[in-house]
């Protein structure tokens, strides 16, 4: 099915995709092409869907297996009743589930922001299903995560002076920073925070439906842009444990990343034993937006050396 993204510009033909079930939900999966299986795990905080990929990643299908997943109340996958019941761990859980019933063997997991924590866990709970991890602009910890909006909040501030001024109106009255007031102002800032080239933030594809909105205050907390809270302080500290992963992991950052910059990607190294670093020169947040090529030339290398 052809569709047009509501960023002018951008558009993507999904492949073929089913809704399948596991632990009671059913999730929308999409697959595309033939080779070894790489399945894609989305970020965008925890809220957004597959749709984030597009069109980025179709030309790997020339070469690989793609797999496309939209968790359990994200994109076109069931919602819940309740909010709240989505957490990290039924992330977790159900992401390994699929991966035994679509009998895939070890997979490649590529694992974008809040996709490679649930990237993370599923190689260190779930070796057996996982090949290698790809973590692209991720990150390792709730402590991560809160530092990621300090450095957005600094960003913003300094480039921004007159948003954060009316950030920190607001916030005297009592608003938090999900507020449909506060929202609007963040996401206009993000452009110059998130992106090489601010202009590049039109390239990510988006559909009705892609993020759940509503979900992103629930999980993350309602203030989360000063102060995380929600299911985040739930989700675990990976750094004492990525010593043990048993395969081979790469992480991406992007050079002029202002919120998990490389620096901190780097500390991925100084836990993991089996961990390379590529910086991508021309990227922000979106390496797989600003540099497809390049990402793609990368991870293929990599996946080819490991397989």
């Known amino acids: ?31 595309h092409g033939s080779g070894k299986p790489v399945v894609l795990l989305a970020g965008l905080g925890p809220a957004g869907s597959h749709v984030v990929f597009h069109p980025h990643f179709d030309p790997l299908a020339a070469d690989h297996h793609v797999i496309y997943v939209d968790l359990h109340g994200r994109g076109r996958s069931d919602m819940p009743k309740d909010l709240r019941e989505i957490t990290f761990a039924d992330d977790v859980a159900d992401v390994a589930a699929l991966l035994q019933q679509l009998e895939l063997g070890p997979v490649h997991l590529y694992g974008f922001s809040y996709g490679g924590l649930l990237s993370q866990a599923l190689a260190l ?59 609007p102002l963040f996401a206009g800032a993000a452009r110059l925070v998130r992106f090489f080239n601010p202009d590049n933030a039109r390239l990510v594809a988006t559909e009705p439906g892609a993020r759940n909105v509503a979900l992103y205050p629930v999980f993350c907390g309602e203030d989360v842009d000063f102060a995380i809270g ?49 910086v991508l020169e021309r990227s922000g947040s979106f390496s797989h937006v600003e540099e497809p090529e390049e990402v793609l030339r990368i991870v293929r290398a990599f996946w080819a050396r490991v397989a």
Request: charged share 20%; aromatic share 6%.
């Open 230 to 278: 929600g299911q985040i302080p739930a989700v675990p500290d990976f750094r004492s444990r990525l010593r043990e992963l048993a395969v081979p992991l790469m992480v991406l950052a992007g050079l002029f990343d202002r919120a998990l910059y490389p620096a901190l990607q780097r500390e991925f190294l100084a836990h993991a034993k089996n961990a390379e670093l590529h």
């Open 125 to 183: 709970e779930h070796t057996a299903l996982v090949k290698s991890v790809v973590l692209a602009n991720s990150l390792f910890s709730p402590e991560m995560w809160q530092l990621n909006h300090i450095n957005i909040n600094r960003e913003i501030a300094n480039q921004c002076p007159e948003v954060w001024g009316e950030i920190q109106r607001l916030r005297s009255e009592g608003v938090r920073s999900t507020d449909p007031r506060m929202v």
């Open 1 to 31: 099915m052809a569709t047009t993204s509501t960023n002018p510009g951008v558009t993507f033909t999904h492949p073929p995709g089913e809704h399948v079930t596991v632990r009671g939900k059913r999730l929308w999966v999409e697959q």
